[in-house]
């Protein structure tokens, strides 16, 4: 079992870039798919990004492509989101979540492990 803790949140205006981190503890990260998700107040949770288990994969929702970038360091255990140019849209709560599965993408119900989120506000 992996546990995932989430940070880097925070308040920003639009146009500024925010970094999340997410550490792991339990279980080394290479042994997982890794992806990070995003719920807005009333929404369902959205798929944002996800990487391959050595890093050389990624993927991203098309609302974020181009503005986000998603790494991982698995010496450090961690995995982060580069979030660049950011909408007032882009504001939610921001969970990173792990996967035994490959290529799980943004299928939630793929992901077995989450953390419990980093809060994340844009304003205009």
């Known amino acids: 079992?992996?546990?995932?803790?989430?940070?880097?949140?925070?308040?920003?205006?639009?146009?500024?870039?925010?970094?999340?981190?997410?550490?792991?503890?339990?279980?080394?990260?290479?042994?997982?798919?890794?992806?990070?998700f995003r719920q807005a107040p009333g929404k369902e949770r959205e798929f944002v990004a996800a990487v391959s288990r050595g890093g050389s994969n990624t993927y991203y929702?098309?609302?974020v492509k181009g503005r986000?970038?998603?790494s991982r360091d698995n010496a450090k255990n961690?995995?982060?989101?580069?979030?660049n140019?950011?909408?007032p849209e882009d504001t939610a709560v921001y969970?990173?979540?792990?996967?035994?599965?490959?290529?799980?993408y943004g299928a939630k119900n793929l992901y077995d492990y989450w953390g419990q989120g980093t809060q994340v506000t844009v304003s205009s």
């Open 61 to 63: 929702a098309d609302s």
């Open 1 to 36: 079992q992996v546990q995932l803790v989430e940070s880097g949140g925070g308040l920003v205006q639009a146009g500024d870039s925010l970094r999340l981190s997410c550490a792991a503890s339990g279980r080394t990260l290479s042994s997982y798919d890794m992806g990070w």
């Open 68 to 70: 986000f970038t998603v």
């Open 78 to 83: 961690t995995v982060s989101l580069q979030m």
């Open 95 to 104: 969970y990173c979540a792990a996967s035994v599965y490959y290529s799980p």
């Open 85 to 87: 140019t950011l909408k």
